[in-house]
């Protein structure tokens, strides 16, 4: 949830200073591509939301699939799943030289860049633990930390460092493929020989043991669903409880995990291809038609390929797990190709009313983030109408069009008012440690100032 701030060589409506960026800094392309990304994110971010987890990969777990729920997960497989995360990853990056760039002169580089990411660390638990169980802002931030002395790097050298952590990412994907193939194997060997009155020994023991983990999640019986859904329904105390231990699980993932991998590999992705220039969306558009056909002509037939065959193993865990040599070339090219088809639409008069819009959202991404958040809670858990786990997989895409007209609709119109997101409000004031102001001027106000 980066803001996008021009790097110090770039024109400015006002002196480089260690204030937050001025309106007439952004970047239009950035703020359009990150609101898409944002609006992107939900596309997968409402299963786990609407329904038990497992269904993220599975649809045969629950929610249906046949029919027009095959067909949603199919499409989303193809075009959303893991690209908008990458797309959001890249610009983040982006960002990262964006902001330091800015304020390299000012000697507070530095001080401002971790106080930033310091409290984006604790929105992130808090909104993890009250609201999405999910969320990236935590994760990102802690892989941000590290960024920092790489602000300067070539854009070469950080392409060839994003580039090595994607394929490093490739190969433990590749490695867990093969260690679940062996737990699933070994589990279903040790099961059996229990059936057929065998003793077990104890390694087959933990075996087995570790094969029952595994199927709670991936293969839930009826008793198991009806009991994740009755606590996602419950009083408010019990949904916090039930989301806690996720969360703690989640965050005591090892700092060098693949996980983060993933995210290091496309924010040094994202700071090399804005130092060439490819991010600021005013390279000749020969570029990004080249982007977005090289981007959708590789990752379009492959996620198809991927998807085709995943549908016809009847979605057999073994069959997904041959797939990790390709996730990453498949969601990168696709995310790419978003990109372009973005920029090129910003490029376009014709595309303003939906360009605005999505710069709109971009602008207060992290205020729309929290908002989904609450938006989905309230519908789903026990803090509101308690849906959770009663919608079939296509009908919680109402949901999704409910959230993005809201932030189509609001976000344009707040910002007429006011400079700032609510919540990008705080976290500046916090960062700044200094309130800073929210309203827009008025014209009155404004032809006073410039008059006098």
Known sequence: METMELSAGSPSARPVDSAPVSQAERITALDAVRGFALLGILLMNIIPFSMYGGAYDNPTVTGGATGLNLMVWAILHVVAEGKMR????????ASIVLLTSRLEKTGKAADIFYRRHLWLILFGIAHAYLLWLGEILYPYALCALILFPFRNMSARGLLIIGSLFLAGTSLAYMAQADETKETLEKGRAATAAEKSGKKL?????????EYDEWLKYHKPTAEQLQKDAKEWRGN?????????QQVSDFHETAYYSPENWDIWSMMFLGMGLFKLGWLRGDKPASLYWKLALIGYGIGI???SWTAWAIIQSNFDPVQQTTFATTYDLGRFSVALGHLALIVLLCRSRSWDWLTTKLGAVGQTALSNYI???????????????????????????????????VSLIVSPIWLRHYRFGPIEWAWRSLTYWKKQPLRRAEPAAIAEATST
């Open 201 to 209: 020994t104890e390694e087959q023991q933990e075996e087995k043991k």
């Open 301 to 303: 037939p492959l996620n």
């Open 236 to 244: 408010p105390g019990e949904v916090i409880k039930a989301r806690a």
């Open 371 to 405: 908002l989904h958040s609450i938006l989905c809670s309230m519908i789903f858990t026990g803090y509101g109408l308690k849906l959770y786990g009663t919608m079939e997989r296509y009908q919680v895409y109402g949901v999704v069009l409910l959230c993005w007209l």
């Open 86 to 93: 990458c797309l959001f990853s890249l610009i983040f990056g």
